[in-house]
């Protein structure tokens, strides 16, 4: 009895005749049909982890397995926006093509799609966008239109790759342009904002930006312009300014006074400048060493404004930083 429960237990699983030989099976191809070669190769590996005596074990565990991811919404709605995603880097790169930025429509839109993720839509739709557009609630009129505007261009070139996308009309929530009135500083508001600097809190970041808005007002120059310059873009022995990143990527030289000539050539040798990091390029520093941030300059500014009580003219005529550039250009 034992030899036969031995013999018994030999003789299972009954053994698999070879492909092609007389009385053998058909064995179905795995994946529903689908027996490439990559498949092949993986389901040995998967049968031993999963201690699959037979291969055919292997094979009906991986169809069903895919059988049921495809019927996933989830998988399905994954995928939709993995090609979302794609289709934004594409239109990107299509605009910027023909000459566009678009580093702040890059980042609204990244938002929105994080966005739609969230909410589990399927495909773009007009109330969709529009519910994000009108974020964060009480926002400006004209800042709604503008994020609406940047969906609307992104859907328009959707619409050719998913048919099923809705496209905002362009009359829903439609902007108001209000464009602010230039505040035209006088010599002696420049001067103040100037002296005001001494009231920051190291020397050297008082030397910042005494010398910024200096620069600002003598050559007109925009703030991004300034803060964007290299120490080798200052060429001290000509009397002259390079820049090199301005709008829309385009280059032009300025000849300066020998006044702020001089006057960059103290900053650049000040004995307090930070020396860490060691390879920063930048020309205006920050006391970390690193090149200012758009975002600290204007703080920076409006604080000095305060503390010199520059009051606005009208609700729509404030002073502003970049406005040292239309009081230059009046008085050119």
Not at 80 to 97: I, N, S, V
Request: overall charge positive.
């Amino acid at each position: 009895m034992p030899s036969q429960a031995l013999a018994c237990r030999k003789s299972w699983p009954p053994p698999i005749a070879a492909p092609g030989s007389a009385g053998s099976t058909p064995t179905p191809a795995p994946y529903g049909g689908v027996g490439d070669v990559a498949r092949r190769r993986v389901e040995p590996e998967v049968g031993q982890v999963l201690r699959h005596r037979r291969a055919l074990t292997t094979a009906i565990y991986a169809k069903v397995d895919r059988e049921a991811c495809e019927r996933s919404p989830a998988l399905g709605r994954e995928r939709w926006h993995e090609r979302l995603r794609q289709a934004l880097a594409d239109y990107l790169a299509m605009r910027r093509a023909l000459g566009y930025t678009l580093v702040r429509s890059e980042k609204l839109l990244a938002q929105f799609l994080t966005y739609l993720e969230a909410q589990g839509e399927d495909h773009l739709t007009t109330k969709t966008a529009l519910a994000w557009a009108m974020l964060p609630a009480g926002a400006d009129r004209s800042w709604m239109s503008a994020r609406l505007s940047v969906v609307r261009g992104f859907a328009t070139h959707l619409r050719g790759i998913e048919p099923a996308t809705e496209v905002p009309p362009c009359d829903l929530l439609p902007g108001r342009s209000c464009r602010a009135t230039p505040y035209l500083y006088s010599q002696e508001d420049v001067i103040a904002l100037m002296t005001a600097t001494a009231a920051l809190r190291t020397p050297h970041r008082e030397a910042t930006y005494r010398t910024l808005i200096g620069l600002l007002a003598v050559t007109g120059m925009r703030v991004g312009e300034a803060i964007g310059l290299d120490r080798d873009d200052f060429d001290a022995v000509g009397g002259g300014l390079t820049i090199r990143r301005g709008k829309s990527g385009k280059s032009r030289e300025l000849t300066l006074h020998p006044s702020t000539v001089a006057a960059l050539g103290n900053y650049l040798r000040r004995r307090d400048r930070p020396r860490r990091p060691p390879n920063t390029p930048a020309l205006f520093v920050s006391p970390a060493g690193t090149r200012l941030l758009y975002v600290n300059v204007q703080n920076t500014f409006q604080k000095l404004v305060c503390r010199v009580v520059i009051a606005p003219r009208s609700a729509g005529c404030r002073p502003r930083l970049h406005d040292l550039r239309h009081a230059f250009a009046k008085d050119a």
